[in-house]
């Protein structure tokens, strides 16, 4: 339906950010369906969460022949990645190329937030009101938001006094952050701060690490690419596309059915060995049931503590570091360039703020309970309002005026992480309740794309103006994601992002599906094979 509404732009298709799901939909709706869509992007330029995560450090912790498109084999020959984990600035330089090749960026608006968007029953349309003071109306609406892009600045109380500088690393000074000589503090050990950690120890005078929680991590083993290995990326493109979509996590490898129990100690540990020596994600893959059973994940766990207390020499850091109170992966585990041994250079010292927490910012520096450590920079490398924190934060309001902060008081529900009941036509890229974070995520945006598309191809094909989730089938859906996630140890990390339990306030819901990316796109294909069941779709 066209819209009447006078200084109002009708479009066919809104898509909230320009990452790569934003530029992938935009892609196919424009190009496969002949669409009249905008993007719409608050950043200066594509690129989503790599375009706001310059720390030092950034770097991908999937490889990099598996962190890419595999949708068109012209883009996947035109580009090479240099490194087996990319950086930051490689990782930009793939996004503009991605967005230079399909000619994307005439239909993006830069520099521009939606503020809000409604739906309106009479019409059926969403109104979107953008930060220029525009309005629009499209029939759709995506929202491409990314998973992790709220940052979660802790309110600690103080901040505003400190006299020196600070930054959330998902929102770095495009000047950068000069270390050179100064006293630094770091507060955060997820995968942010141990990839920023030995960086900024290289340049500060003095690097103060707090640590709330100490952390798992597998060396990462990067190095620089083989022609060899570009070679069978752009030969065997096929393939690796094959095996990501046949895989749990959406990786480039296959998780070892064996239990980790069912194997002598001997031959254990020389697995263990082996997969240390390679580096990377795939330590987690070495046998099934690590992430099923506490005994097995045990077994991994005491592996990778063994490793943290023969590396850091100080045995009262070695302590702290390797006193870690969740099972191995039940947070994502991250990946590292020399993060535990950076603890042995004079200039780090790591101060435990589980037993002397923060109590103040002030103007000199940071305070707990025990201490002051005065500094000139803090970083705080402290997360994000993940999941749900970019989706609340737009105003986005469906069936009569409903606000999506009520609709999800307890927690999101949706009907496989791609729709809300009551919110119709609006579909999530990598919502809650898909797969997302717990995966590799450019196949499942790939997927989410082109599911996406598919289901506007037929509902164009076949006369339906309105599609949407369906209340009971959402219900079943949520139950589902809860099962699956407490047939795995993830629920065991209470302090985890996964569920919410790094916000204040934020409903403790484990969010992302974690059946398996395999299994969860079969569930995704019958649905649409079935004319969409779970669904109401409308005339
Ligand atoms: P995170 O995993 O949520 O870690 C945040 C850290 O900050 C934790 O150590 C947390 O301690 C601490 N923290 C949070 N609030 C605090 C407070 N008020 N006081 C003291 N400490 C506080 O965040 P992240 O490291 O940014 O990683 C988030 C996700 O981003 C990763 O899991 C990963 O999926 C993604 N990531 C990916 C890459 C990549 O290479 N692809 C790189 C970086 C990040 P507690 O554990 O005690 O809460």
Request: hydrophobic share 40%.
């Amino acid at each position: 339906m066209k819209d009447t509404q006078p200084n109002t732009r009708h479009l066919d298709a809104i898509i909230v950010g320009a990452g790569l799901s934003g530029m992938y939909q935009l892609l196919s709706l424009r190009d496969k369906l002949g669409m009249n869509v905008k993007v719409f992007e608050a950043a200066a330029g594509v690129g989503g969460t790599w375009h706001h995560n310059r720390y030092p450090g950034a770097r991908c912790d999937s490889e990099s022949h598996s962190y890419m498109f595999y949708f068109s084999k012209e883009l996947v020959q035109s580009w090479e990645w240099t490194e087996r984990y990319p950086q930051q600035p490689e990782i930009q330089r793939y996004m503009d190329h991605v967005a230079d090749f399909f000619n994307l960026r005439p239909d993006m608006v830069f520099n521009t937030r939606v503020n809000a968007a409604d739906y309106d029953e009479a019409s059926k349309l969403w109104r979107v009101h953008t930060s220029d003071g525009q309005s629009w109306s499209a029939t759709y609406l995506i929202t491409a938001v990314g998973c992790l892009s709220s940052a979660n600045v802790p309110a600690i109380e103080g901040l505003d006094s400190f006299q020196g500088q600070w930054a959330h690393t998902s929102a770095w000074p495009a000047e950068g952050i000069d270390f050179k000589g100064k006293r630094v503090g770091v507060v955060g050990t997820g995968s942010t701060g141990i990839q920023a950690i030995p960086v900024i120890a290289a340049q500060a005078g003095h690097l103060t690490v707090f640590q709330r929680t100490a952390n798992y991590s597998i060396p990462a083993r990067n190095a620089p690419l083989t022609e060899e290995f570009k070679h069978y990326v752009k030969e065997n493109a096929e393939d690796i596309r094959q095996l990501m979509n046949e895989t749990t996590n959406a990786h480039c490898f296959r998780i070892d059915p064996r239990s980790a129990l069912e194997v002598s100690e001997q031959e254990r540990n020389a697995v263990y060995e082996a997969a240390w020596a390679k580096g990377g994600l795939q330590f987690r893959a070495t046998f099934g049931d690590l992430l099923k059973d506490k005994t097995a994940n045990d077994t991994a766990a005491e592996f990778i503590k063994t490793k943290i207390r023969q590396v850091v020499k100080d045995p009262q850091t070695a302590a702290l570091l390797s006193d870690i109170d969740h099972p191995f992966a039940a947070k994502r585990p991250p990946i590292d360039s020399h993060y535990f041994e950076t603890f042995n250079r004079d200039n780090v010292s790591l101060v435990d703020i589980r037993s002397h927490p923060i109590e103040r910012i002030t103007a000199a520096g940071i305070q707990t309970t025990q201490a002051q450590y005065d500094l000139d920079v803090i970083v705080f490398a402290t997360g994000f309002d993940a999941m749900t924190g970019s989706l609340l934060r737009m105003n986005i309001s469906g069936r009569q005026g409903l606000p999506l902060k009520d609709a999800w008081a307890a927690g999101p529900r949706t009907y496989l992480g791609l729709q809300i009941p009551q919110f119709p036509n609006m579909f999530t890229i990598t919502g809650p309740g898909s797969p997302s974070v717990l995966c590799n995520l450019p196949p499942q945006i790939e997927q989410h794309v082109n599911w996406i598309t598919a289901c506007i191809a037929y509902m164009r094909d076949n006369g339906i103006s309105q599609i949407e989730a369906d209340e009971q089938a959402s219900d079943d859906w949520v139950q589902q994601v809860n099962e699956a996630a407490n047939a795995t140890l993830l629920p065991q990390a209470h302090h985890s992002w996964y569920l919410g339990a790094n916000v204040p306030g934020k409903p403790r819901v484990f969010m992302p599906y974690a059946g398996g990316f395999a299994r969860y796109r079969g569930i995704c294909d019958e649905v649409a094979a079935s004319q969409y069941r779970g669904f109401h779709l409308h005339r």
